[in-house]
């Protein structure tokens, strides 16, 4: 096929970008040629557009092993074990495909976390849908559970949380941003940098097909309405060949004959081999026709660009491959020799005794695009007034009631009961919670984990949106015992050409770097996944927060539910009244302007640093943090989940009843405690400046607002469970 730059063009590269490429080659690429450059010339690999952002961001800490820049963080947990862990996005191919998108973006970030050497202990997800209303919502929602559950369940690893949010934003661009936590020991931490010369280059894993070939690239463009004829470029996956690659893999790995290790993800052989071979300043040299395919007359082109799922690409110690080659053998999986290490700085391709690829791998990753884009900044919005008449006619319980099954925030239990989330037998902490937790396996330790996103506050004001979605992972983490230790993010954005989709990136950015600067909460690992956007349509800014900490002793660990009757209820943090981008503001008054909460870093850090003192001193019976909904949204969270009530006493300073339950102030905790622990408590709050109210007293089985205003918990139950089951049941 003769290459110019309407066939570049097509591959999405820009004119000026083929032009650099001729340049840089001296000469007029081939197909194959043009095809590596379009795989890692993209907004999915080269990170083009936000490369010169994401250097702003904090990414060392003291229990920080590894930061941005392999296949996954690494944090240490002491003991001579760490934790490996990333999100990812799979947006456009579970759009396309809900249920194999889903099911692969699982896959894939399972395979990050264990080409690393860690056996995943943990999957979670952040997953964004359309209107209820809209024609697809259901079946997508529908299809992504599915395709989330099979890959996990058939794994076995267990899923402990997650997040499911609508939104008409994502009617033609839904996000499934996917989650894996592993399990190594610090010595046997493996990485993707090539090292040595002549070094065998090995392939494992499944043979090579024609499915997901352009799949790095479909991920970098906006969807229009051909989208139907993208389903070739989706992935198909099978999870019971990855959990061979997996014990295939740790088996090869508990002994010394690798120096580096990738999976084959986003453009395949293409990225891993590049990536390998960039990072050790090395070349790679790769036979084509070794390469194990499952379908006849593949083309060099096919071969590289494939995204086929369960493969690695594997540099061995000399002498190693009959050794390797048994183990691979053993779990039936392919094992070829496909190439060598060498000095030559290339990517050098041979197929029927050819030379059809001679790159520097320079010219593929240094010599990228990265482009300082114009962006527009935002201003903060001026804040409502709430009308008196709005609300004067309004009755707690009636909007309780309705925000308890807003689909934001009701139950999203038939979707986690369709993961299996105590396979393995550490699940200490189940969906549900404000985090789930694991234990690590035969010690006392366990780990937390949870994901957040908070799209209408970034889409008011991406700065402090930015800053709320961390506070709101650190919080989580905080509300069950658990120490914060780092963070991953997945950054879903529209397209990055245009000015205010950028501008909502780069504050967004911004917003999460000085929070986890502050919260020491650093970012260790991350994806960014722009163009989510159908013709001029882009989605409302959703950056997903991956939030991991530890507990030193998994028997202090918190749950949400009220335990006691008589117990005190207090809520740690002030309430101001803010209404403005609240759930309440949104879908009660129909009001979508004004400014999101602030955000104040001191207080977020000195409010969960002192209620970590108390949780330690075992003062806390159950706690959680208040967000989305508002403080009686939270209360009755902790009723339905106890099978308790509460017994509420009157505010004691000036707020109207509306915005002191259904204000979203950031900062705040509830927390239960028993009578005895009142007054130690409040000299521990006291000593560190944190404010407090007495909110009121577990009861046996009603939500008492006052003499006038109860409901009973068997009420909240039925509210807080009936949309979802109903919604997905017609």
């Not at 482009?371 to 707690?396: G, H, S």
């Not at 009757?565 to 403005?580: F, P, R, S, W, Y």
């Not at 959680?624 to 509460?646: E, F, N, P, Q, R």
């Not at 607002?705 to 068997?714: H, L, N, P, Q, R």
Request: hydrophobic share 35%; charged share 25%.
């Amino acid at each position: 096929m003769i290459v110019n730059e309407q066939v570049a063009i097509d591959h999405g590269l820009k004119k000026e970008e083929y032009k650099k490429i001729c340049e840089l080659l001296e000469r007029t690429p081939n197909i194959t040629e043009l095809g590596i450059f379009s795989a890692m010339w993209n907004e999915h690999c080269s990170y083009k557009s936000s490369r010169l952002h994401l250097k702003k961001l904090p990414t060392k800490g003291k229990q920080v092993i590894q930061g941005p820049g392999e296949n996954a963080g690494v944090i240490d947990i002491g003991d001579n074990d760490a934790i490996v862990f990333k999100i990812e996005s799979h947006n456009h191919p579970s759009f396309i495909e809900p249920y194999q998108g889903a099911a692969t973006g699982v896959g894939g970030i399972m395979r990050d976390v264990f080409t690393m050497g860690a056996r995943p202990i943990a999957n979670l997800n952040s997953i964004h849908f359309g209107s209820p209303q809209h024609k697809k919502t259901k079946n997508l929602l529908r299809g992504v559970v599915h395709g989330i559950g099979g890959y996990g369940n058939c794994m076995g690893v267990p899923t402990i949380a997650g997040q499911t949010y609508f939104d008409s934003s994502y009617n033609g661009n839904i996000l499934v941003n996917a989650m894996t936590l592993g399990l190594v020991k610090k010595n046997k931490i493996f990485y993707s940098k090539a090292a040595g010369l002549n070094k065998p280059v090995i392939y494992v894993g499944s043979k090579t097909g024609r499915d997901g070939i352009h799949g790095a690239s479909m991920a970098s463009a906006s969807f229009d309405e051909k989208i139907e004829e993208k389903k070739p470029t989706v992935q198909v996956g099978d999870p019971f060949t990855e959990k061979l690659l997996l014990e295939a893999c740790l088996e090869l790995m508990a002994g010394d004959s690798i120096i580096a290790i990738q999976d084959m993800g986003a453009a395949g052989l293409t990225s891993s081999s590049i990536e390998m071979a960039s990072k050790g300043n090395l070349g790679i040299e790769i036979n084509l026709n070794k390469v194990p395919c499952r379908e006849s007359k593949m083309t060099p082109y096919e071969i590289m660009l494939s995204e086929s799922q369960e493969r690695m690409l594997i540099v061995l110690e000399n002498g190693k491959e009959e050794q390797a080659k048994k183990i691979f053998d053993k779990w039936n999986l392919d094992f070829a020799i496909i190439g060598k290490t060498t000095n030559s700085k290339k990517i050098e391709l041979f197929f029927n005794n050819e030379k059809v690829t001679d790159i520097p791998v320079n010219t593929l990753v240094e010599n990228s695009p990265m482009y300082d884009r114009k962006w527009k900044k935002a201003k903060l919005p001026k804040k409502n007034r709430i009308k008196k008449e709005d609300i004067k006619n309004l009755k707690i319980l009636d909007v309780l009631k309705k925000v308890l099954s807003n689909p934001n925030i009701c139950s999203k239990e038939w979707i986690w009961q369709q993961y299996d989330h105590t396979v393995m037998g550490d699940t200490i902490q189940k969906p549900g919670g404000d985090s789930g937790v694991v234990r690590v396996h035969g010690t006392d330790k366990a780990v937390a984990a949870s994901v957040d996103s908070s799209a209408v506050y970034c889409w008011a004001h991406p700065l402090t949106g930015g800053k709320q979605v961390v506070c709101e992972s650190f919080r989580n983490l905080i509300s069950v015992g658990a120490k914060p230790v780092a963070i991953t993010n997945c950054l879903n954005f529209g397209s990055p050409e245009n000015e205010e989709n950028m501008g909502e990136f780069v504050e967004c950015v911004q917003g999460i770097g000085e929070a986890a600067e502050y919260l020491k909460f650093p970012v260790v690992s991350g994806n960014v996944s722009f163009y989510n956007q159908t013709k001029e349509e882009g989605i409302k800014p959703t950056p997903s927060i991956g939030g991991v900490g530890i507990i030193k002793d998994y028997k202090k660990m918190i749950t949400m539910d009220f335990k006691k009757v008589d117990n005190i209820a207090l809520v740690i943090g002030k309430t101001e009244g803010h209404i403005d981008q609240s759930l309440f503001a949104r879908n009660i008054l129909d009001e979508k302007n004004g400014p999101p909460p602030e955000i104040n870093l001191f207080n977020e850090k000195n409010n969960g640093e002192t209620l970590l003192k108390l949780i330690d001193k075992g003062y806390v019976k159950s706690a959680h943090d208040v967000s989305l909904g508002g403080l009686i949204t939270a209360l009755s969270k902790m009723c339905i989940k106890g099978k308790k009530g509460i017994s509420l006493k009157k505010p004691g300073y000036l707020i109207n009843q509306i915005e002191y339950f259904f204000s979203e102030d950031q900062g705040r905790y509830i927390i239960e405690i028993e009578k005895k622990d009142l007054k130690y408590v409040i000299e521990i709050l006291d000593k560190n400046s944190v404010h407090y109210d007495e909110i009121g007293t577990v009861n046996e089985k009603e939500l008492i607002i006052d003499d006038k205003s109860k409901v009973s918990i068997d009420d909240l139950i039925k509210t807080h469970n009936y949309w979802l089951n109903n919604y997905m049941s017609k």
